[in-house]
């Protein structure tokens, strides 16, 4: 066996931590193969490869195993892509799905799948398949019990823009100044923590981020309900308030905070742009200075900004450098990123996955996309003489679980 592939088995051992999910608590397993298959970061690509809008949404509403008869043409020409590749290896590797797709297949498939659908032991034997100690689910409101223990609950989106503040505008009996403001905003982020949020998540916007200061802040709490003509500086205010409201909270609680950066969302789900985060970065080191018991941990996707997310949380005590998403979930750029974090960030502050799975299915897919570019990551440095193979493995454990379980744990 290669070193390579000694190192991927050995990381294939290693207990994981998901930092950031969607999973539904009461159903974390997919009900049908449709929702690996469409995972909507390859949707974007099937239809970048010509697939029609209207077929997609076909497919989104009836996921019946011969209405994806036309995926298939899709698929093939996005089969060597890295999302492509993983999409069809998830459904080959859990449902024991043939080699290739074909219309045969897919009947297969449907069946195979149908079988284990409706059961909530098929979330926890790809959790157990995946080594998951624990995923910490997005909702904005506590979730009902999970039917598999390993499903926590993140904040995520509760607290970001104009109706979040709004509603808790609305709440108040008298005019609310910046000073009101912030302390409504700190006693419902930790009403949050003691109902159990284990992290609070959110995506900061593009803008300037210049922080205008108290009279801007008025002016944007006096004018929510006309949100359309706010100003950009009150706008601006009022974004600077709530991250400064989130890190006041993980300040006080240690509960960490999670941005992720590098996405912007220009049109639904379907077209998507690679933001700009360097006017957030450097208010975030800024406001930091303010908040030295909080943690937070970035989740960058956009790689060409992974250089000064990388720089940030190597200088920075309070910051953590997460997984890969959205527009660098490739190996190429994986892989590129993986080896700049081992050259550059402490083993203490790097966490190396998260799925962003809306199926328990999709945290099996997305593990290959870690596991495999971290191996070779590792296997280049031991191979250049920079690092000896056990010091690797120990490297690996933190990515995939150590970190996390600490920056969890309060
Ligand atoms: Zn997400």
Known sequence: MSLQQDLLAEIRRLPVIDV???????????????????????????????????????LQGTPGADDFAEWIEYWRRCRTTTLGRVTWQAVRDLWGAAAEPSVEALQDLWRRAGETAAQPAQATAVFDRCRLVTTAAARSTKPPAPSDARVGWQLERAFWGVDPARSLVEASAKPVTADD????????????????ANSLATSPPGGDWNDAGPTS?????????????????????????????LLRCSHETRVPVCFALGVEVVEGWATLAVADDRFFLRWLLLALKEFPRARVLLLESNWSAGQSVCLAARQCPNLYVGGHWWQSLYDTSTLEQMRHRLAAVPMTKVVGFFSDAYAAEWVYARLLLCEEPLAQALAERIMAGRLQEDTAVEIARRWLHDNAAELLAK
């Open 20 to 58: 950031h999910s969607h999973l539904p608590h009461e159903r974390p397993q997919a009900q049908s193969p449709a929702e690996v298959l469409l995972y909507h970061v390859f949707a974007t690509e099937l239809m970048g490869a010509g697939m029609p809008r209207e077929t997609m949404q076909r």
């Open 181 to 196: 403001f912030e302390e409504q905003c700190a006693t419902w982020l930790g009403s949050q923590v003691e109902q159990g």
């Open 217 to 245: 802040l008025r002016l944007a709490l006096n004018h929510l309900g006309d949100a359309h003509n706010l100003s950009a500086p009150a706008r601006e205010a009022l974004h600077c308030a709530q991250a400064r409201a």
